[in-house]
């Protein structure tokens, strides 16, 4: 008798329909042994205020510009922009294989705190909303100029991150990046081909299945996709109703996204005690005037939540090898990985050791 596939034991492939591509899933690796190291992280001080960051409220940047003594967020022009406003156009390729296009945009430094030593899931829900309400603000200047809009966050130095002082950046382009253009393409084809909106759908029935939400609330849902590459990869998305852009969530929205964020990234700093890095963004449909009057009822608004973070703080995943060379690979499961995390606190470490120290 043959035996029965089981998803959580043998080898397959998943297809991500944002992408159109494919990921292998190989979770009988992890029954191979390991004898890495299983350490919490040593965290660097990081001192409230810093006069040395340029991003701390009251000290002089590079550029001889001073930060403002902020209380809230704050929001600047980057002083080393990857895109500026006004460019010449390159003109027509000289070979079909040297093809250069114009690329015109624009970049922006928000900081959510003016301390230092803080990260999103150590603010309040009323400030992480006010983190929200400016993230709209700015996707809805931007856009009234430019094609995409592309609010992120990369947190923690093993990630990219050169400044830990909490912020984000935003970027503004004249063209609709790469992978956008992916998922409005896919996304366009999925409502052409069942009638609803791909990721609409999708909500629906992962909040019936239960098995890979990792936290919900009546507005929104967590959830580690289907088709995962990373880790402890999530998808945040809108529970029950179709919104197309930021600007669109209503006043309730946006007060329970705070909380939800707030409840996904505690778990996550849970997973590991430690400040968990990861890479963040949010999607929403296209803008800029050419946007206005288009139908994009197949684009529905969504964070996607990528940690490099694989067994514990000090071990990450590389994108290596066959990943970089063959295709996507992964060896956690999806529902593996939604179970770690729906298994952690809601209860942030570092606010329980000072819960317990005190009651010692």
């Given amino acids: 008798m043959a035996e029965k596939f089981d998803a959580a034991d043998h080898q397959h492939m998943r297809f991500n329909p944002l992408r159109g591509d494919w990921v292998l899933v190989s979770p009988h690796r992890l029954k191979r042994p390991w004898h890495g190291k299983k350490e919490r992280a040593e965290e660097k001080f990081i001192p409230p205020f810093d006069p040395t960051n340029p991003l701390s409220p009251g000290v002089t940047r590079p550029n001889g510009k001073v930060t403002p003594k902020y209380e809230e967020t704050y929001v600047f022009d980057n002083d080393f922009p990857a895109l500026l406003p006004e460019i010449p156009s390159p003109g027509p390729p000289s070979h079909p294989l040297m093809k250069c296009a114009h690329a015109a945009g624009t970049c922006r430094v928000m900081c959510f705190h003016p301390r230092s030593d803080v990260t ?134 946006r007060k329970s ?16 005690e430690c400040s968990f890095p990861y890479s963040m963004g949010w999607h929403g449909a296209p803008t800029g005037p050419e946007a206005k009057g288009k139908d994009y009822s197949h684009w529905q608004f969504h964070g996607h939540y990528y940690p490099c973070l694989l067994r514990s703080s000090t071990i990450r995943k590389f994108m290596v090898g066959f990943e970089l060379l063959s295709q996507g690979q992964r060896d956690l499961t999806a529902e593996k990985a939604a179970e770690q995390l729906r298994a952690c606190s809601d209860v942030h470490y570092k606010e329980a050791e000072k819960k317990d120290k005190e009651t010692k």
Wanted: charge should be negative.
């Fill in 120 to 253: 999103l899931p150590l603010m309040s829900v009323e400030e992480i909303q006010k983190v929200v309400e400016e993230w709209i603000h700015q996707v809805q200047e931007l856009g009234e100029k430019f094609t995409w809009v592309q609010v992120f966050e990369n947190k923690g130095e093993i990630n990219g991150c050169s400044n830990p002082h909490p912020h984000c950046q935003i970027w503004a382009t004249s063209f609709l990046p790469t992978e956008p253009q992916y998922e409005d393409e896919n996304m366009k084809k999925y409502l052409k081909e069942h009638g609803k909106p791909m990721l609409l759908d999708y909500a629906e029935l992962e909040a019936k299945s239960k098995e890979r939400v990792v936290v919900e609330n009546d507005d929104w849902i967590v959830i580690v996709p289907y088709w995962a590459l990373w880790p402890f990869e999530v998808i945040l998305l809108p529970r029950k109703r179709h919104i197309l852009r930021f600007p669109d969530l209503e006043s309730d929205e």
């Fill in 257 to 272: 996204l705070a909380s939800i964020m707030k409840r996904l990234l505690v778990k996550y700093d849970n997973l590991f």
